[in-house]
């Protein structure tokens, strides 16, 4: 916690991952605490964790929130992919091309 309030995008990831998940034991989810953290670690730009504080926050907001808000998940997945060459992102990203979340349904560019 306290590596993350100094501004350390690895720690700030691993918060959003411990509140997110429900499979640590002793912790609860506390999806507010994983939004704050997944979207704080993107703030921090061009570092070794960039790419995947971006398509981890997309993720959150596809699995994780409730309901899914797929505009939010598009936009830092679309991110991740185009910007940072996420491999993984760019999988997810073509998924929501092909089905039409977060973005207008798009076979082409799902399938490029």
Sequence with gaps: NDAAAAGHDGAMLRLGFL?????FPGLTPDLA??????RKAT???DTDYSAEAWFRTGN???HYKKPPDYP???HFIS????KYGHKVAMFDLARMYL???GTAQDTAKGIE
Excluded: C, I
């Excluded at 991110?79 to 185009?82: I, L, M, N, Q, R």
């Design 99 to 101: 089905d039409g979340k």
């Design 43 to 45: 703030k921090h730009t």
């Design 33 to 38: 605490q994983a939004e704050h953290w997944f």
């Design 60 to 62: 959150f907001y596809q």
């Design 79 to 82: 991110t991740a992919a185009e």
């Design 19 to 23: 509140n997110a998940e429900s499979h």
């Design 72 to 74: 939010q998940a598009f």
